[in-house]
């Protein structure tokens, strides 16, 4: 059974940090992409950042470059955000997926929420 677990979500005044965590059962990670994504009050879902599957590549969204770092610990199954320099607009629900058919991010974690406010 395929389950995504997310996990570390809270509240954090602007320019803190947390660790968003994603355990991972049913695939392995190593074969697999795996993406953080997010949705803000009022927003649609947007993509945060993604881990490739085939050597770990990683991408960000430029809202997010040079804060977060997304990773992978193969062994834990489980992939990790960190967030650093978080603002109020970082607040929304984050979500885990992962890509099993190479043709969209097709199972899903049930979100985690972040708030930013001081």
């Known amino acids: 059974q395929v389950q995504l677990v997310e996990s570390g979500g809270g509240l954090v005044q602007p320019g803190g940090s947390l660790r968003l965590s994603c355990a991972v059962s049913?695939?392995?990670?190593?074969?697999?992409?795996i993406g953080w994504f997010c949705r803000a009050p009022g927003k649609g879902r947007e993509g945060v950042s993604f881990?490739?599957?085939?050597?770990?590549?990683?991408e960000y969204a430029d809202s997010v470059k040079g804060r977060f770092t997304i990773s992978r610990d193969i062994a834990k199954n489980t992939v990790y955000l960190q967030m650093d320099s978080l603002k109020p607009e970082d607040t929304a629900i984050y979500y885990c997926?992962?890509?099993?058919?190479?043709?969209?991010?097709?199972?899903w974690g049930q979100g985690t929420q972040v708030t930013v406010s001081s």
């Open positions: 997926a992962i890509d099993t058919t190479a043709g969209g991010y097709d199972y």
């Open positions: 881990i490739s599957s085939a050597d770990g590549s990683t």
């Open positions: 049913g695939f392995t990670l190593e074969y697999y992409a």
